[in-house]
């Protein structure tokens, strides 16, 4: 806690009283205009990422950023979608990882989970990732950063099952996205569809952002 509590008198002596307009108005209500499917990961701080504010981001963490199909799980994840869509309205899904992924790493048979039963579990939901992989690597070389590309896809597969995102989906209401987080460079890659690849966001010229069906999953 002596970590945590001069945070909290700076927040609430300094920083609220800076910005108690944006707070006054959060306090009537949400209105944010994306869900952010992240990972666990303490090196992910959404909203520095993405330079938004409070009440901009709707935020699902787990570890692995996996979202099981639905009706396979008896977790938060399908409460949390409904919610966001049909409750909050929002407009854009994105899933991100990031790298060196942990979950990642586990789910490739590199971590050790005989002492983590419970998060042996829960990485049942990225078997599809895990397959696609195997199916396509050489010789047993796997790259982890092919694997956490791959899982955003897998998990954006069972995000689709699920009836509030088909649904939006369907009636043009929501988009998906896909983006992947450097650690070590500040770096986010986000998915091309026409490309079918991941490209560097920085390297994204204007003129492609008028083409938003490119960067859709």
């Keep these: ?126 078997q599809t990732t895990k397959k696609r992989i195997l199916a396509c690597s050489k010789n047993n070389e796997i790259n982890l950063m092919n694997v956490i590309e791959e899982n955003i896809l897998t998990q954006t597969d069972n995000l689709k099952t699920h009836p509030s995102v088909s649904c939006a989906l369907r009636q043009n209401k929501i988009r998906l996205y896909g983006w992947v987080y450097q650690f070590e460079t500040g770096e986010v890659n986000i998915y091309d569809h026409k490309q079918k690849c991941f490209v560097k966001s920085v390297a994204v010229k204007e003129e492609v952002l008028n083409e938003p069906s490119r960067f859709e999953l």
């Design 1 to 126: 806690m002596k970590n945590l509590m001069p945070g909290l008198r700076k927040f609430t002596e300094n920083i609220f009283p800076e910005q108690k307009d944006l707070f006054e108005t959060l306090s009537q209500g949400q209105k944010p205009h994306t869900l952010l499917i992240t990972c666990s990961d303490s090196r992910i701080d959404p909203n520095l990422l993405t330079q938004t504010q409070p009440g901009e981001l709707f935020v699902i963490r787990n570890a692995g950023n996996i979202i099981p199909p639905f009706g396979a799980s008896g977790g938060g994840e399908e409460a949390s979608i409904e919610f966001a869509i049909d409750g909050l309205k929002i407009s854009n899904i994105v899933i991100c990882g990031h790298s060196h992924c942990g979950a990642m790493a586990a789910l490739m048979d590199k971590v050790d989970l005989e002492t983590l039963p419970s998060v042996k579990h829960w990485l049942r939901h990225a």
